[in-house]
């Protein structure tokens, strides 16, 4: 009776010295689409073998069961609670950051988007939805490629988890260069001894020098030519004297005042709405957007 008594002690005391466990990590985290490795684990010295119901793309917590390997050989199970989080935000590449166009031509904000991806899912597609908040990308512009001036697209994108990416490209509308009318020298007589040329009078060469020659009275002026018009200034109520002076003062306010929008520069009119070859400046400040 003792004999089988020690031998069963004996059994037990085997057994309890051959079981093995493996102390795991708390508060384990792991990133989202990440490959587990035994070193997110524990801190142990074992291999591991495989991890069942586990999800990579699965973010939140989850109850795992590893099986480990240690220097025996031995296979060591252990019930895991981790946690899967996405931390990396979409990438958004775009092809340059600042696009020059001519006023008239056609413009596709989204011609200038090189890619937008996530780093674990991929491409990430273009969606129409502007209250989007996952697994799209939406594209907001104030362009209006008819209008010369400064102006901004803005691309921001979402993952399947609600990462949040922004870039943002400049737009330069270049105004449409002015085609040159040709010259008419259509001369026609009058009727009296003078000729008209384009609304100017002047004498014809006849020779007759004497007292008793004809009269012409230079026809009542409408308006004001060569006088800017107010209605032509726009709200910075500059008056510049190049296209390239007027550019460069919008850029640079642009750039000094946040609550500016975008800006337009345009050449100013006179009191008889002619185009003088000057120029002027108006920013949009949102919703008050006051051109020429």
Known sequence: MKKT????????LLCACGSASVAVKEGIVVEYGAELKAEDLTD????LKEVKSFDA????EQKVTAIFVNEKDKEIEAEITLEVKDTKKPVIKLKKEKVEITAGDKFDAASNI???KDPV??????SEDKKLIK????ISSDVDAKKAGSYTVKVTAYDVNGNKAESSYKVTVKKKPQEQAPTQNNNQSSGNGYTSNQGSYSKPSTGNTGSNRPTQSKPQQTCKAGVI??????NSGKIFNSEQEAIAYGEKMDAENSNIVSFS???????????????????NYGNDYTVE
């Not at 008594?5 to 037990?12: D, Q, V, Y």
């Not at 520069?265 to 920013?283: E, H, L, R």
């Open 121 to 126: 899912d991929g491409d990430i597609k273009k």
């Open 44 to 47: 142990e010295k074992v291999a």
């Open 135 to 138: 697994n799209g990308y939406i």
């Open 265 to 283: 520069y345009s050449q100013v009119f006179d009191y008889c709405d002619d185009i003088m070859n000057k120029w002027t400046v108006g920013f």
């Open 229 to 234: 018009h107010p209605n032509a200034i726009g």
């Open 114 to 116: 090189e890619s937008v």
């Open 57 to 60: 793309k699965k973010a939140g």
């Open 5 to 12: 008594i020690c031998s069963f002690l004996l059994c037990l």
